[in-house]
């Protein structure tokens, strides 16, 4: 049973619209992530969190924002969706050393 | 410029033999590496890890060994299964920081 989840697994959307990725986990952790995978690539930090009210921008430069009201819950949104957003985006989150994933949203912008 | 690599993007394995699967990494300051297994359209799922106070950890299947000396890991598999083909990412962090990942080698057993 998956401790974190993501919604939508897949999700098709036209160019400009407005898109809130979720991601839940029930573990309690206070580290959460936000990774971009393309196939044949590595997967690149977008977005962390180490806990409540703290966010942070990653590695990789992203158009998408993140929010972190609730400790289980790290919404990521994009304002204006463009075709170069298509991608796979893992959720993911931490205790120490203990990282789990998300099965991941495949967004394709259209 | 990539911290850890996975310079070899595919590996093709006959049931039953051995599968190893390479990771170098840059920085020295990395303290603990992990391996994770993907298939498409999934999240990575945790294999097995080693902290930089050790040079191997195994586990079933698995032994991660680890050469700080090279900059080096790897992952064993033995005996490789048909059920074992996927993705298999290296990972590393530096005190608890976010993983740095690897782009990857994608795994083939036949039988």
Redesign the interface.
């Known amino acids: 049973e998956a401790d974190i989840y993501q919604t939508p697994r897949y999700l098709v959307i036209g160019t400009g619209k407005k898109i809130t990725l979720e991601c839940s986990q029930t573990m309690g952790h206070d580290k959460m992530y936000w990774y971009q995978q393309d196939p044949g690539m590595e997967l690149h930090l977008i977005h962390y969190s180490y806990g409540v009210n703290s966010t942070e921008k990653g590695d990789l430069s992203s158009e998408s924002t993140v929010s972190r009201i609730r400790t289980e819950h790290f919404p990521l949104t994009l304002e204006s969706a463009r075709p170069s957003h298509t991608s796979q985006y893992l959720c993911a989150s931490s205790d120490t050393y203990g990282y789990t994933f998300g099965s991941g949203t495949r967004l394709t912008v259209v | 410029d ?1 911290q ?1 690599k996975q310079n070899s ?1 595919s590996l093709s394995v006959q049931e039953g033999r051995i599968s190893i699967l390479n990771c170098d990494y840059t920085n020295s300051m990395f303290d ?1 590496f ?1 391996w ?1 297994k993907k298939y ?7 294999l097995i ?1 080693i902290s930089s106070i050790k040079d191997k950890n195994e586990d079933g299947r698995f032994t991660v060994f680890l050469n700080k000396s090279a900059k080096h890991l790897s992952l064993h598999i033995v005996p490789s299964q048909p059920g074992d083909s996927a993705v298999y ?1 290296c ?1 590393a ?1 530096e005190a ?1 920081t ?7 080698t994608t795994l083939s057993v036949s039988s």
């Open positions: 990539q850890v993007p603990y992990l994770y498409p359209a999934e999240g990575p799922t945790f890890s990412f990972a962090s608890g976010a993983l740095i990942f690897g782009k990857g």
